[in-house]
């Protein structure tokens, strides 16, 4: 199992970056997966999750109307699109998967001006 994030940078604020979390060793789709962030000197905090089932989704509050997951079958990608994107979600993402807890290993967002 692994997942490789990619897709992070530096970005002013209001602008959009796409995450995209590449999956390999075992079908995304049959499984929940999420976005997790860790900002510097604090804990980690769950940004978004698609269920396995219907693929329902779940987002913080903080993120909600802004921000994205879904999912590339085909691909065996899930993807975290953010805009309007604000300095305070300057932060390692993680890819994250049930069931084994799977981590990938983060790509860092900063927002910044």
């Known amino acids: 199992v692994q997942l490789v994030e990619s897709g992070g940078g530096l970005v002013q604020p209001g602008g959009s970056l796409r995450l995209s979390c590449a999956a390999s060793g075992f079908t995304a789709r049959i499984y929940t997966m999420s976005w997790y962030r860790q900002a510097q000197g604090k804990e980690r905090e769950l940004v978004a999750t698609?269920?396995?089932?219907?693929?329902?989704?779940y987002y913080a509050d903080s993120v909600k109307s802004r921000f994205t997951i879904s999912r590339d079958n085909a691909k065996n990608t899930v993807y975290l699109q953010m805009n309007s994107l604000k300095p305070e979600d300057t932060a390692v993402y993680y890819c994250?998967?049930?069931?084994?807890?799977?981590w990938g290993q983060g790509t860092q967002v900063t927002v910044s001006s």
């Open positions: 698609m269920s396995r089932v219907g693929g329902s989704t």
């Open positions: 994250y998967r049930s069931n084994g807890e799977y």
